[in-house]
């Protein structure tokens, strides 16, 4: 049987993560290998040449499953009936720079593309965003789209799941695929917090596999959680291709589910569970069955998990609050 196009708009599409992510959803990784894609390409005016190149070498990859490809600077056609949509285009942080000046320059982006999304999207769209400030540039775009289901807008915390995977298999001698179960909470800043006491190794505690409470604190955790800036200061550039991976993962998962007896992480709206208060987007454990996602209920959470996980709320409320201000929200 013959699959009726998907339509998937990637904004910033001539930037760096566009780069690395647009041959990917392409040849079929994004939605799986059956699933035949209509590409739109959203960029500013002075990008559009260099998305157009982008578009010349998808065309010469003569990708069986990539039916056509539009680039524009407007987003309500960008948006036209999008059932997949990558907010990838934002202002990178650049060395120095902290998130809290970003949240200006990014909402001037984030407000218009959600309208857009609302105006003219398909009724199933999913939303991703991994422009920088995520969690909060999804808030910004959530709230200028009424019309669109809440639970639609997500943020991307992926790739700080997988940072937080090979640290651990690292650490264990295991390997990614021996690990479950594994959980980001909060934002996707310095504050995050990786979390290996639900996780599991080959069916064992992770907590008690590692059992160094020193590591814990003050290796794998800053590790995971800085590892954003520290790319950044080793390449002058901040992460493309392993954000471009993180992000195929995300929207794969959302769409295909996760797999039995195991869970991801992903920035959504919060409905309350674990305290964080409603409606902020923040990262949680989630499984997903049949394209909807589910928050992962009733785990313990220690003293150390408790204190962590509050200070990474504590920043995403503060950033909702100051986006408040400036008229975004
Ligand atoms: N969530 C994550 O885990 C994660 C990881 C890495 C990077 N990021 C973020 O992803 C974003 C993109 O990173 P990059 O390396 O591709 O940056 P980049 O500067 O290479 O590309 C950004 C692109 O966005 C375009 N753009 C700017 N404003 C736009 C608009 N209004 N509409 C459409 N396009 C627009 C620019 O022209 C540029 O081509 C940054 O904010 C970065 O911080 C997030
Ligand atoms: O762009 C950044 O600030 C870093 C990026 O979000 C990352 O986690 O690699």
Known sequence: MTRTPVNVTVTGAAGQIGYALLFRIASGHLLGPDVPVNLRLLEITPALKAAEGTAMELDDCAFPLLRSIEITDDANVA???ANVALLVGARPRTKGMERGDLLAANGGIFKPQGKAINDNAADDIKVLVVGNPANTNALIAQASAPDVPAERFTAMTRLDHNR???QLAKKTGTTVSDIKRLTI????SATQYPDIFHAEIAGKNAAEVVNDQQWLADEFIPTVAKRGAAIIEARGASSAASAANAAIDHVHTWVNGTAE???????IPSDGSYGVPEGLISSFPVTVKDGQYSIVQGLDINEFSRARIDASVKELAEERDAVRELGLI
């Open 164 to 166: 937080a995977l090979t």
């Open 79 to 81: 948006f036209d009936g």
């Open 261 to 267: 007896g195991d869970w991801t992480s992903m920035g």
């Open 185 to 188: 909470w909060g934002n996707h």
